[in-house]
């Protein structure tokens, strides 16, 4: 058989619908000059507006690039020191302990992480559920993936490579600085493009160790739509899947093939 | 003095050695090769020449001292490795640079040597190139100026031409052999391949399992192998299990299992009754319809079958008792490209100074 049969074709075709139709329903209705998500009235750029002028939306929306900023910061910074040292030590137990956390239900992270602060931070440290407990939850889930992304591009290399290094005279951090970070860090971007926006994206976990008083955007939206789905939702939703999509091409054209490899 | 000299080195990989009690002395501005096996340990030696790798047991001295405490970035010597394994992020200028820029060269040496440098390899127009751009031949000659480019005390080449067609193969031989008279730099070479060993050494070392069976000029490993292990190695050979019937200073008288006597050339420390082998090369056999009294060891038997390789042609010829000799023939004489047919009654023999008496 030659051809692709058509019924091959439909499925591909049924499968994509049903994964994109209800987020293009939601760009739709952003743009509908309606209260109600229901008939489509005109097109109007109203609640766009209506964004940048709600308060609490742009205090959550600076919580959030704050949040993500930072943890993806520490985050690539922890994991590509974590994937170098399995790398170099060849550690066959520690790639496990890194995809774990990637793996695991956020929900459970998020509880033991809740547990954790409340047992630890809290009464040694005297600190309260907030802003700083949220980066560090982020910094929890999102260093397994810089760490796979970095390992898995270190995994492709030539070891022959860094031995020349320091054959033609070049000492461990030279090594380091000249050849291994040049070559690493197609990789080290597209881990940090990563988890900024997972951890842009993130609200199980943020939901429990965000404390009162703290709100990020899927906190905020999720707020909103205790009441009913606004238009304004659907507004802050198409933003944020923007800015999310933007950083996962993005990542994917600075390096496909780790990004693929862990299926994001 | 030696410039390095290899002192009873030992290397375990659990109870396994991989390199076992090997001793090397290298003159400055040879070219040695290391030649043996898959798996016999060659690698692993540089490695530890180069600092990649420690001795369990042993010294590495270059220059008469020890050089176990210096790391591989302050070893005056480079290594050419299997995968040319040069920097995929740098241009092949910057690919040669590299060295210099880790001494401190100024920036106007390094242009001018950088340049001189590929100029040697002819690749002065691909200078902007990228690894990826290039063919396998190119790649290799940027590894070798990236090497010699600040003009180390010892090279040490790991497999250099294996990945490199037949004709490039013998194409770079010839380049490796100019390069390293012009620049006398001595040169450790490490391959599988006989030929290339022979080819291009002053000395090799023939490995076996670990350990260095023999270490001589190219001649005298093919002329004089020391064991069954060097002669079968090296080039093509007819063994036979003999035994030591006659030991005097002049001459040897074997006795070959069906065969007969064989009058070989002395061999010190041989006395009569030693049990051991006898190697003779095919082209030291002659063949002919019958050979005249001239030569002390002759045998008939008839062609089994022949081999034509246009320069020359070998033919196996079965004796009385099944041995098989290997002869070989040149066909130098225009249209005479065989002399033998399969079934042919012939008869082969050497004088009594060509083979050699081996005893393991
Ligand atoms: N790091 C290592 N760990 C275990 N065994 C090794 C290691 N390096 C080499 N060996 C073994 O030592 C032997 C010699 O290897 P090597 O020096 O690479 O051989 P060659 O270069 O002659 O082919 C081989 O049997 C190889 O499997
Ligand atoms: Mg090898």
């Known amino acids: 058989m030659r051809r692709n049969p058509l019924w091959l074709w439909a499925a591909a075709l049924a499968a994509y619908a049903f994964l994109y139709l209800p987020l293009l329903i939601v760009v739709l209705y952003s743009f509908n000059d309606s209260r109600l998500n229901a008939e489509w009235v ?162 199980v976990i943020t939901f429990f160790t965000a404390g009162v008083g703290v709100s990020t955007l899927p906190l905020e939206i999720y707020s909103m739509i205790k009441i009913a789905v606004t238009p304004e939702v659907n507004a802050v939703s198409t933003l944020l899947m923007l800015l999310t999509l933007g950083m996962i091409v993005l990542a994917s054209r600075i390096h496909g093939k780790a990004v693929r490899s862990i299926g994001v | 003095m030696a410039l390095l000299e290899l002192r009873k080195l030992t ?98 040496a390094i242009a001018a040597k950088v340049h001189e440098a590929l100029e040697s390899v002819y690749l002065s127009d691909r200078a902007r190139a990228y690894p990826h751009e290039l063919s396998g031949g190119r790649k290799q000659r940027v590894a070798l100026a990236r090497s010699l480019v600040n003009r180390p005390r010892l090279l040490l080449l790991d497999e250099p031409l294996a990945a490199l067609d037949a004709k490039l193969r013998e194409e770079m031989q010839h380049e490796l052999i100019d390069l390293q008279r012009e620049i006398g730099i001595t040169f450790i070479f490490v391959t599988h391949a006989q030929d290339e060993a022979l080819a291009l050494s002053h000395r090799v070392a023939v490995m076996n399992r670990g350990r260095i069976e023999q270490y001589d000029e190219p001649s005298k490993i093919y002329g004089f192998p020391r064991n069954r292990f060097v002669a079968d190695f090296i080039g093509n050979t007819n063994l036979l299990e003999v035994a030591v019937t006659e030991a005097t200073p002049t001459h040897l008288r074997l006795a070959a299992a069906g065969l007969g006597d064989i009058v070989s050339p002395p061999r010190e420390g041989t006395r009569a009754g030693q049990k051991g082998w006898f190697s003779v090369r095919p082209e030291q056999v002659r063949i002919g319809g019958h050979l005249d009294g001239e030569l002390e060891n002759h045998y008939s038997g008839k062609v089994r079958s022949f081999i034509y390789v246009g320069d020359v042609t070998t033919y196996t010829v079965e004796l009385a008792d099944g041995t098989a000799i290997e002869a070989l023939l040149s066909n130098s004489a225009p249209g005479r490209a065989r002399f033998f047919e399969v079934g042919d009654d012939v008869a082969v023999g050497w004088p009594h100074d060509a083979g050699v008496f081996l005893h393991d």
């Not at chain 2, 040879?30 to 898959?38: H, I, K, Q």
Request: proline residues 5%; charged residues 15%.
């Open chain 1, 42 to 203: 005109g097109f109007t750029l109203h609640w766009y507006s209506e964004l940048f002028n709600d308060a609490n939306m742009l205090i959550a929306a600076r919580n959030s690039l704050l949040i993500a900023a930072t943890a993806s910061l520490a985050a690539t910074l922890l994991g590509t020191l974590a994937g170098l040292a399995i790398h170099r030590y060849k550690l066959r137990i520690l790639p496990v302990l890194a995809i774990t956390p990637v793996a695991m239900p956020e929900i459970l992270l998020g509880v033991s992480l809740l547990l954790f602060f409340n047992l630890v931070f809290r009464p040694w440290l005297g600190l309260e559920l907030g802003m700083w407990s949220v980066i560090v939850a982020h910094i929890t889930f999102c260093i397994g993936f810089v760490t796979i992304v970095v390992r898995v591009s270190l995994l492709g290399m030539d070891e022959s490579i860094f031995e020349a290094a320091r054959d033609l005279g070049a000492t461990p951090w030279q090594t380091f600085r000249l050849v291994t970070f040049p070559l690493i860090l197609p990789a080290v971007m597209a881990g940090a493009l990563m988890s900024f926006s997972l951890s842009l994206d993130d609200f």
């Open chain 2, 11 to 108: 290397r375990r990989f659990g109870d396994f050695s991989a390199v076992d009690n090997v001793s090397l002395s290298i003159e400055s501005g040879e070219f040695v090769t290391l030649l043996g096996p898959s798996g016999c340990g060659k690698t692993t030696i540089l490695r530890m020449i180069a600092g990649f790798d420690l001795p369990d047991v042993g010294q590495i001295l270059l220059d008469g001292s020890n050089i176990a405490d210096i790391p591989p970035e302050k070893r005056p010597l480079h290594t050419v490795f299997q995968s040319y394994a040069l920097f995929p992020h740098m241009t092949v200028a910057d690919n040669v640079a590299f060295p210099l820029r880790m001494a401190h060269f100024d920036k106007a």
